[in-house]
C-alpha cells in the first residue's frame, strides 16, 4: 500500500505523527474487526462469552475480534443483537458522557447517518424518552439506515432523507447535533484501499469548503446551549483543527475536553485558537484514522417556537383492539398511512408529527403491519422491535433452521400451532412465519434474504 507522498509530507509536525510508523503501518495493512454489541439484546456471541473477548477502550459496548467471522451466517447479526463497527469511530460514546444536559431527554440529530452505525450507537447511549432523528442526504443509502435501525429495535428514532439546509425550518429544534462530515477519507486507506486513488491535495481543499457548507446549514438548528459533534475520517488539519477555528470565527462557541483513557493511544490535540479535538492515528491506537471534536453552542435562540399544524391519521378504537394481542400499547400512540400502521412513544409524538410535517420521512418509530380486513398483518420491524407481548406465539430454531429461514428456504421447526408466530434463535425474534396445515410459510424480507449459500460460495 503506498500512501501519497503529498500526505505524509503534509502531515509532518502535527501532534503524535510518526513518519516511519505511519508507514509501516500502513504497508502491514492489518485488518482489525471490531464489533459493538446492543444492550437492549444481550446474548452469547459466536459461541462464547464477552469476557473472551478483548474489549475497545474507550467504549462500555465496543469489542475487538481475534478473526473475522462470517457475519452474514451469524443469525444474532440479523437479529440486531451487534453492530459491526471500526473501533476508532466508537469514541463517539466519550462525547456522549460529556453532554449537558445527560439528566433528561434529549432531541439529537445524527445528520449524515448512513449505513447506521453512529445512530444506533447513540441510541443505545441516550436518556429514556430520547428523540433521535437519523438523516442520510443520499436517498439510496437511507434505505440501508433504515434497516439497520429496524434490526437495532428502537421505538424513538426518525429515519429522514433531507439536505442539511432543510433543518434550518427547526431553528433551535435540536440539544445535540453529530456531523460525520464527508472528508477526503485519508484515514481509511488500510480498510478502503481505493480511497488511496481517489485522495489529493485538492480533494482535501474542497472537502474543508464542503464541511463549512454542511455546519453552517444546519447550525440553526441547535438551539443555545447545544452541543455539536464533528468527525472526520481524515488526517488532514484543514478538515480538522481547522474547521473548529473556522466555527469559532463564525459563530460563538466553547470547546468541550473530553476523557481520553489511559494509554489508548489517542492523541488530544488543540487548534490554533486553543480548541482541543482527538485524532487517532492507526500507528498508535488499535484502530483506523479518524478525528472528534465537541463544541458549545453560546448563540442563536434557546428553543424551536415553530408549532404543528396537522397531526397525522389515528386508528379508530375498534383497530385499537386489533393491535391489542400484539404489543403492550402503555405509553405508546398508533398513527396510521393508509393501511400502514406505526407505533410512537407517546411522549414523543407531537416531536414525530412536527418532524413528519416539515421533513422527508423514510422510517419512524416502530412499523407494526397493515390492517386487512379486521387483522393485522405484522410488520417485519415488529417482530424485532422488543414491543410484542409475551404471548404471541415463537417457534424456536436452530443454526441451520435459522439460516435456512434468513436465506428464504424452506425448513422444518415445532411451530408453536397455527397463524403468524416469529422464529428465534437464542430467545431472539428474527422475523414471521405463517404456520398452515401443511407448511410454513416464510415471511423473511425479500429484500434482507441471505443470497449466498454458504460462507465460503
Not at 473472551?52 to 465496543?62: A, D, I, K, N
Not at 447550525?219 to 481547522?242: H, K, M, N, Q, V
Amino acid at each position: 500500500m503506498q500512501v501519497p507522498v503529498s500526505l505524509i509530507n503534509s502531515l509532518e509536525g502535527i501532534d503524535g505523527f510518526d513518519r516511519h510508523a505511519f508507514e509501516q503501518t500502513h504497508a502491514n495493512a492489518e485488518a482489525i474487526t471490531s464489533i459493538r454489541i446492543n444492550p437492549a439484546k444481550p446474548s452469547r456471541l459466536f459461541d462464547g462469552s464477552l469476557n473472551e473477548l478483548t474489549p475497545v477502550p474507550w467504549s462500555r459496548y465496543g469489542y475487538y475480534l481475534p478473526q473475522r467471522p462470517s457475519f452474514t451466517f451469524d443469525p444474532l447479526f440479523h437479529a440486531g443483537c451487534y453492530y459491526v463497527q471500526e473501533a476508532s469511530s466508537m469514541f463517539l460514546e466519550k462525547a456522549f458522557e460529556k453532554i449537558p444536559q445527560q439528566d433528561g431527554p434529549l432531541k439529537v440529530l445524527d445528520l449524515s447517518a448512513a449505513p447506521g452505525g453512529k445512530s444506533t450507537h447513540i441510541q443505545s447511549l441516550l436518556p429514556e424518552g430520547s428523540l433521535l432523528v437519523s438523516n442520510e442526504v443520499i436517498k439510496s443509502r437511507s434505505s440501508i439506515l433504515r434497516d439497520n435501525i429496524i434490526r437495532w429495535g428502537s421505538a424513538n428514532v426518525m429515519v429522514t432523507n433531507n439536505d442539511p439546509a432543510h433543518f434550518q425550518s427547526l431553528e433551535g429544534f435540536f440539544d445535540v447535533i453529530v456531523v460525520d462530515a464527508p472528508c477526503s477519507g485519508s484515514g481509511l486507506f488500510r480498510r478502503e484501499p481505493e480511497a488511496i486513488i481517489e485522495w489529493s491535495e485538492n480533494a482535501v481543499q474542497l472537502c474543508s469548503q464542503r464541511q463549512q457548507r454542511i455546519l453552517a446549514d444546519v447550525w440553526p438548528a441547535l438551539r443555545e446551549g447545544g452541543t455539536l459533534i464533528y468527525s472526520t475520517c481524515s488526517f488532514s488539519p484543514e478538515e480538522d483543527e481547522a474547521i473548529l477555528d473556522w466555527m469559532q470565527e463564525e459563530w460563538q462557541v466553547k470547546g468541550i475536553a473530553l476523557e481520553v483513557p489511559e494509554h489508548s493511544g489517542i492523541v488530544t490535540t488543540l487548534s490554533k485558537n486553543g480548541l482541543p479535538g482527538y485524532r487517532f492515528w492507526p500507528h498508535k491506537v488499535k484502530g483506523e484514522g479518524f478525528f472528534l471534536t465537541m463544541v458549545e453552542k453560546q448563540d442563536g435562540v434557546q428553543g424551536f417556537a415553530g408549532k404543528l399544524r396537522k397531526k397525522p391519521d389515528s386508528v379508530t378504537k375498534a383497530e385499537q383492539k386489533l393491535l391489542e394481542p400484539w404489543i403492550d400499547m402503555t405509553d405508546m400512540s398508533t398513527v396510521r398511512h393508509q393501511q400502514t400502521v406505526y407505533a410512537w412513544p407517546s411522549p414523543l409524538a407531537a416531536d414525530f408529527s412536527l418532524l413528519l410535517e416539515k421533513m422527508r420521512v423514510v422510517y419512524s418509530g416502530v412499523r407494526l403491519g397493515e390492517l386487512m380486513r379486521d387483522k393485522l398483518v405484522p410488520d417485519h420491524a415488529l417482530a424485532l422491535s422488543g414491543l410484542l407481548r409475551p404471548a404471541v406465539p415463537a417457534a424456536s430454531l436452530d443454526k441451520d433452521a435459522a439460516i435456512l429461514y434468513l436465506q428464504r428456504r424452506d425448513f422444518t421447526a415445532e411451530t408453536a400451532g397455527r397463524g403468524w408466530q416469529t422464529v428465534n434463535f437464542q430467545g431472539y425474534p428474527l422475523g414471521w412465519i405463517n404456520a398452515l396445515p401443511n407448511r410454513i410459510n416464510n415471511y423473511y424480507p425479500r429484500e434482507l434474504r441471505i443470497l449466498k449459500d454458504s460462507p465460503n460460495s
